[in-house]
């Protein structure tokens, strides 16, 4: 009997234009070592994607067996010279560097960075901000949207490191702020990922719209409000994940989170909510590590 996908995710892939997540591999891999800090190994990995472009990467591998794979997605914050180097734990917020915080706790960590960051940045004029928004617009020009390309590297990611994986499970998936919402999407259209963790990375475009919050442009995906807003992003979602709020967060009013936490599937989600802003408290860390390695 045929497989028919779930009626949710196929209309997330449709908003995205994109095919099944598992098509999209890399067409060429190159893997650098550039030494070892205490017990993890660090790598730098460059995947090559389908539409041509290449995805740059750090690998922490740590000795012994691997407790698990996950990918660490950075966030945003304005700031396009930090990209992977900051969940890396080598430049910016360290409260961010989850993905080194991973890999001390037994995980294989892959950290790409995201079209337009760090490795990824365009330089088409001295405003990186305007590169991303003019870049996204170019997108939904020609029928897509900058969101469909986060998901479609980070599908080709997801590919490599289960194709790398000796019992060929696929990783779990972290990020947060813009990581989060490019791992909310990645949850909703790939079921080769795991597990996931959200941190501040979750609301609506109606509450975005309401508080005239100027998010980044890959949050605004052609037709995704009238087809059911974020809400419908995380009903497509049938793996456990982990989410955390700031109940104080000035990006997501807290309205909208409740909102998306609502139309996740019943025993899907965990949520976290904390007082604060727009942070990754250390406890919500040792959640996350206990979530996606320990759990």
């Not at 993905?99 to 037994?106: D, E, F, I, K, V």
């Not at 791992?183 to 597990?195: E, I, S």
Request: contains cysteine; proline residues 6%; negative net charge.
């Amino acid at each position: 009997m045929a497989s028919t996908i779930d009626p949710a995710r196929a209309r997330v892939l449709e908003l995205l234009g994109l095919p099944s997540s598992d098509s999209l591999r890399p067409t060429a891999v190159r893997v650098e070592p550039l030494g070892r800090v205490g017990s993890v190994t660090w790598s730098r990995v460059e995947l090559d994607t389908a539409d041509g472009d290449t995805v740059p990467c750090l690998l922490l591998t740590p000795q012994g067996r691997h407790r698990a794979d996950v990918i660490a997605v950075h966030q945003h914050a304005g700031d396009f010279v930090t990209g992977k180097s900051e969940p890396a734990g080598r430049a910016g917020d360290p409260t961010l560097a989850y993905g080194a915080t991973l890999a001390a706790a037994g995980a294989r960590v892959i950290v790409p960075d995201l079209l337009g960051f760090e490795d990824r940045r365009r330089a088409w004029t001295d405003d990186p901000a305007a590169d991303e928004r003019l870049g996204a617009l170019f997108r939904v020009a020609n029928g897509s949207s900058l969101q469909a390309k986060h998901t479609s590297d980070i599908a080709t990611v997801t590919s490599w490191m289960t194709e790398t994986n000796p019992a060929g499970v696929g990783p779990g998936i972290i990020g947060h702020s813009l990581g989060g919402q490019v791992a909310l999407f990645a949850l909703a259209v790939d079921t080769r990922l795991t597990a996931g963790v959200v941190s501040c990375g979750l609301g609506t475009l109606a509450s975005f719209e309401a508080a005239r919050i100027r998010h980044n442009p890959a949050w605004f995906v052609p037709g995704l409000a009238a087809a059911g807003d974020v809400g419908l992003v995380a009903s497509a979602v049938d793996r456990p994940i982990l989410v955390s709020a700031g109940t104080d967060d000035a990006l997501f009013p807290l309205d909208g989170v409740q909102h998306v936490l609502d139309a996740f599937r019943p025993g899907v989600v965990t949520a976290e909510l904390f007082t604060g802003g727009h942070a990754m408290p250390p406890h919500v860390t040792a959640a996350a590590v206990r979530h996606l390695v320990s759990g």
